[in-house]
């Protein structure tokens, strides 16, 4: 996890501190729910508490003699805790409290992940409602195809990240689990009831089925809705890249006063932000491979997974917070230069008409094939030409045949394209203040 690339708020769910932090609430909660059954009178409960401690350099140092992570910060937590230590990790082994640990620090990150989406998505909001009815070129294939709104852009990478918060809330609900039913998963060691009640005080559900530990599928499924977010970052970020070049200048990203392009040519605002989203976004996107790989474990488990995890979920959930919370910023200060979308519009001579020309002469009996090379034709010649497209068309005997100049104008007339947009914003669910 990179400075550069990571807010405070993740860094700080995945530091040494607050991992021991949460194996011990987990120890805790199983401590307090033995107490609840019984098996552990109160008394003892509470001097645990009040004197259970640990310190992540002596962790550190102790891991050095024993190479045993769980020993070692259990060996530290006894040492301030002295009688009733005994009572601490009966019944568990090392993955009941970790697994069940990562569950909550998975969680804490997704929320906060799940806080950067709906800001992003109401910025977003914001602008497509606001240029719902601005015209601009849309293109297919990077080439100008037929008009639609800049607000129907955003309102399709709107769209687009709901379906990620959804994705999202659903992986968040099945990393929802802990266990603590032992080092196969039989419960031979800790009654069902204590399992559930540890479970409740942490406000997950008990693994249904474990083995010795949380089935990876709901790992992978977790880094499978990051991917997601990623990419839909990148898809936004990507073309604002391509609004931007020289020969477009529709939109912009923003350039701060004293900001530099490049080291060589003043002239430069290159978008560097985007580009930065789209970079970073292959590599969360990355990550799944090694996510998948992880499920398949030796048995009823093994190590394997461990290491990895340790790297593709500080990287893949801080990754995604960063991208997302850059993205907000640019959304939020994006230049949009109405005059370029303006003459963007007109560059090819109104050749986007075609389709309409094209529909018009089938509805009149024209064979497809036929009308399509007549309408084909006119469009070529206006940009050989740099001429004005229905001024072709008025002038070829073989459409005029078919369609009065009336007929041929109506062809031309820009609400064609537009007439259901406001039906489009209307299903989309925009409109609608929770998401």
Sequence with gaps: MLLRYSRKELREIWSDEHRYFLWWKVEEA????????????????????????????????????????????????????????????QGLTSSDVMDTAFSLQIIEALNLIEDDLKRLMEEIKKKAIQYKNLPMMGRTHGMHAEPITLGFKFLSWWSELKRDLERLRVAKENISFGKFSGV???????????????????????????????????????????????????????????????????LEEPFREKQKGSSAMPHKRNPVLSERICGLSRVIRGYINSALENIPLWHERDISHSSVERVIFPDSTSLTDYILNLLIGIINNLRINEERIKENMSMNYRIYYSQNLLLALTEKGVLRDV??????????????????????????NRIREYLSEEEIKQCFSPEVFLKNIDVIFERSGIYKQEV
């Design 30 to 89: 199983v401590l307090e729910a033995r107490a609840k059954f019984g098996e552990i009178p109160y008394e003892i409960l509470k001097k645990i508490k009040e004197k259970a401690r640990f310190s992540v350099e002596e962790i550190i140092e102790i891991e050095k003699e024993n190479n045993h992570e769980m020993i070692a910060f259990l060996t530290n937590v006894a040492q301030y805790v002295g009688e009733g230590s005994e009572y601490i990790h």
């Design 184 to 250: 196969v998963g039989t419960l031979a060691h800790l009654s069902p009831k204590i399992e559930e009640e540890a479970c409740k005080i942490l406000g997950l559900k008990p693994e249904p089925v474990a083995t010795q530990v949380i089935p990876r599928d709901r790992h992978a499924e977790v880094i499978y809705a990051l991917s997601m977010i990623a990419s839909t970052c990148e898809r936004i970020a990507l073309e604002i890249r391509h609004l931007q070049k020289t020969e477009v200048g529709e």
């Design 371 to 396: 009308a399509y090379g007549w309408v084909q034709e006119d469009a070529f010649r206006a940009v050989e030409q740099k001429r004005d497209f229905m001024d072709i068309v008025l002038e070829d």
